[in-house]
């Protein structure tokens, strides 16, 4: 069972990622970082994609509940892939184009600063800069970016090497610790399916680990 957000806030992923993770079989379980006040129960993963959380963003600070039951999931190792919107949600805050700043998760380094240009826009191809739980070092995929955002944080790990059609605009995105990977980048599961079942794999372990751990307390 794969957690995803699905709101108001959050609404872009590929259906062709969500077919293909149920195919694997996954199921997949919606819930709302906006109006639900906890995470779904007996998840092994979550998966945060695209949207408009800096629109919603005075309603996901107000929602303390949810904010904190997603730190201490992603904190405890649950294994967790956000894009875009996600990043921006998993940050520690967001400032609008009016100046006002609002309290994300918390779980990201760094502040989402809003534009009112695009930052970033249009197909990418990527690579990995390391081994993660999502993949290895030197594996390629394909995507997308379209975001005005900008995300400033000193020290993160980025683990994407981003390239464009023009061949000097290249540079290294995205953040990873532990079992979390957030990225501006839209991946295309059906380009780089071992992402999707790599995410699969490793839930699957943290379903057996939390199993094995709770055997031994009781």
Request: proline residues 3%.
């Given at each position: 069972r794969i957690a995803y957000a699905l709101d108001c806030a959050f609404q872009f992923y590929y259906q062709a990622n969500l077919d293909f993770l149920e195919s694997c079989p996954v199921e997949l379980v919606p819930f709302s970082p906006l109006k639900d006040d906890r995470l779904p129960e007996n998840i092994s993963g979550l998966y945060l994609g695209g949207g408009f959380p800096e629109i919603y963003a005075e309603q996901i600070e107000q929602n303390r509940p949810m904010r904190q039951a997603m730190k201490e999931a992603v904190e405890r190792g649950l294994p967790t892939y956000a894009e875009c919107g996600g990043l921006i949600y998993l940050s520690q805050s967001v400032k609008t184009l009016?100046?006002?700043?609002?309290?994300?998760?918390?779980?990201?380094?760094?502040?989402?600063?809003?534009?009112?240009?695009?930052?970033?826009?249009?197909?990418?191809?990527?690579?990995?800069?390391?081994?993660?739980?999502?993949?290895?070092?030197?594996?390629?995929?394909?995507?997308?970016?379209?975001?005005?955002?900008?995300?400033?944080?000193?020290?993160?790990?980025?683990?994407?090497?981003?390239?464009?059609?023009?061949?000097?605009?290249?540079?290294?995105?995205?953040?990873?610790?532990?079992?979390?990977?957030?990225?501006?980048?839209?991946?295309?599961?059906?380009?780089?399916?071992?992402?999707?079942?790599?995410?699969?794999?490793?839930?699957?372990?943290?379903?057996?680990?939390?199993?094995?751990?709770?055997?031994?307390?009781?």
């Open positions: 009016e100046g006002n700043t609002y309290q994300m998760a918390g779980i990201i380094p760094g502040e989402i600063e809003m534009t009112p240009k695009l930052v970033n826009f249009g197909y990418c191809e990527n690579e990995m800069l390391g081994d993660c739980f999502l993949g290895r070092k030197g594996d390629k995929f394909r995507g997308h970016e379209f975001h005005y955002s900008r995300w400033n944080a000193e020290n993160h790990s980025p683990i994407h090497r981003v390239k464009k059609k023009r061949r000097d605009d290249i540079r290294v995105e995205g953040y990873i610790q532990g079992n979390l990977l957030a990225s501006y980048v839209h991946c295309h599961f059906l380009s780089y399916p071992k992402r999707a079942l790599c995410l699969i794999k490793t839930a699957q372990s943290f379903v057996k680990t939390a199993t094995a751990s709770e055997a031994q307390l009781t």
